[in-house]
């Protein structure tokens, strides 16, 4: 299974490539996460901002892989447990389905991303940075990956 988080933005941190590559270590060969960036697009006081997230989201939607099921993450999505999250996952595993996740710039996922996603979640009521996104989403792929193949590394 190939879980890819696809988001808006480049240049992250150091501690934001350093955590991810932690997690993504930890991952077996079969379970693969990465992140696709997208550039965000240029903002000055005369850009249409509606314009630009729509850039942002075609660029997306041509960055998620063809045929995955693709998860809009949105603070309007519908919030999960960790254990739900990994039924979600091990179902579309079962079936043979990759993921892509999608994460807009920010000012938000274009509608078209909200349109063509299959479902939208929430991480969290709480907004995050960008980077603490990526760190988070790393987090809990494994977080499910460990819950799917019960490995300790989950306590509920």
């Not at 850009?47 to 997306?60: D, H, M, R, S």
């Not at 994460?103 to 938000?108: E, S, Y």
């Not at 996603?117 to 980077?131: C, G, I, K, R, V």
Request: aromatic share 6%; with cysteine; proline share 5%.
């Amino acid at each position: 299974m190939k879980i890819t988080l696809v988001s808006v933005g480049t240049r992250m941190p150091d501690w934001v490539e350093a955590g991810v590559a932690e997690y993504r270590k930890r991952l077996p060969r079969d379970f693969e996460f990465r992140v696709v960036e997208v550039p965000l697009s240029q903002r000055t006081k005369t850009t249409n901002l509606v314009q630009a997230i729509a850039k942002e989201g075609e660029a997306c939607l041509r960055a998620a892989g063809t045929g995955d099921y693709l998860i809009a993450l949105d603070v309007k999505g519908k919030g999960l447990s960790t254990e739900q999250m990994a039924l979600k996952v091990g179902e579309l595993r079962d079936a043979s389905r990759n993921i892509s996740l999608l994460v807009g710039g920010p000012d938000g996922l274009a509608p078209a991303c909200l349109a063509r996603a299959d479902t939208s979640w929430s991480l969290s009521a709480l907004t995050f940075p960008h980077p603490l996104v990526r760190l988070i989403v790393a987090e809990q792929v494994y977080r499910v990956w460990s819950l799917l193949h019960n490995h300790p590394y989950h306590r509920a």
